[in-house]
């Protein structure tokens, strides 16, 4: 998997490296030709990836309360079936929270060194 980003990565390098210093790339190879950053699929998937991570963080805040109120109505017995529920529930939401917000640090951070914005 890591050879494939590592080809990805030196494809699309050479390919801004060839265009910029006025080198000509082969046309007409049967290859797919480089991605242009003014297709409009672009803005549509950054779009799409920016809604639906919002939506599972929603979601994660949300089982994040629900699972506190949980926590707040088994009235702290120990022994209650209820209260164990809720500490392992309150964990799941957290590891939720932090999975979320770290795939978008990491969709961020992909898109940042493809663009070369960094």
Partial sequence: MKSIFFLF??????TSIAQATGITLPTGTGLPEP???NDPIIPILI???SWLLTIFLIL???AFI???LMYLFSMGDARSQNLENAKQYFKYSIIAVLT??????IIDSIDLLLTGAL
Avoid: E, Q, W
């Fill in 9 to 14: 990565l030196t494809f699309l390098t050479s």
């Fill in 35 to 37: 991605i242009d950053p």
């Fill in 47 to 49: 779009s799409f990836t």
């Fill in 60 to 62: 994660a805040v949300l």
């Fill in 66 to 68: 629900i699972t506190g």
């Fill in 100 to 105: 979320v917000g770290a795939s978008y640090i």
